[in-house]
Nanobody, 124 residues
Framework: QVQLVESGGELVQTGDSLRLSCAASGRTFSDSAMGWFRQVPGKDREFVASISWNGGYTMYADSVKGRFTISRDDDKSTMYLQMSGLKPEATAVYYC?????????????????WGQGTKVTVSS
């Protein structure tokens, strides 16, 4: 069992940077691949980034490559999403996810645990 809590979402301006955090509790965090997804009203949940169990592999959506960075700190049981050059289209609720696997995936139905989400708003 893994419990996830996102934080860090807030109102920012176009071009700003923001770091989201996902605090995990449970015994399997270090063995779990993790991911970030985002969702806006009326649209499907969109893959953002994923990181393998030991941080050795990362995967990004084409829309965020070069601007977003995913990382994890297993000593703190926390995953991060560093976002730079934010654009209005990044406005969404961002969700933290974990899966019972050590390997990355971009498909939301491959994840087993989800946080409640944190809202990011980028003003134009």
């Amino acid at each position: 069992q893994v419990q996830l809590v996102e934080s860090g979402g807030e109102l920012v301006q176009t071009g700003d940077s923001l770091r989201l955090s996902c605090a995990a509790s449970g015994r399997t965090f270090s063995d779990s691949a993790m991911g970030w997804f985002r969702q806006v009203p009326g649209k499907d949940r969109e893959f953002v980034a994923s990181i393998s169990w030991n941080g050795g592999y990362t995967m990004y959506a084409d829309s965020v490559k070069g601007r977003f960075t995913i990382s994890r700190d297993d000593d703190k049981s926390t995953m991060y999403l560093q976002m730079s050059g934010l654009k209005p289209e990044a406005t969404a609720v961002y969700y933290c996810a974990a899966r019972r696997s050590r390997l990355t995936t971009r498909y939301y139905n491959n994840y087993d645990y989800w946080g409640q989400g944190t809202k990011v708003t980028v003003s134009s």
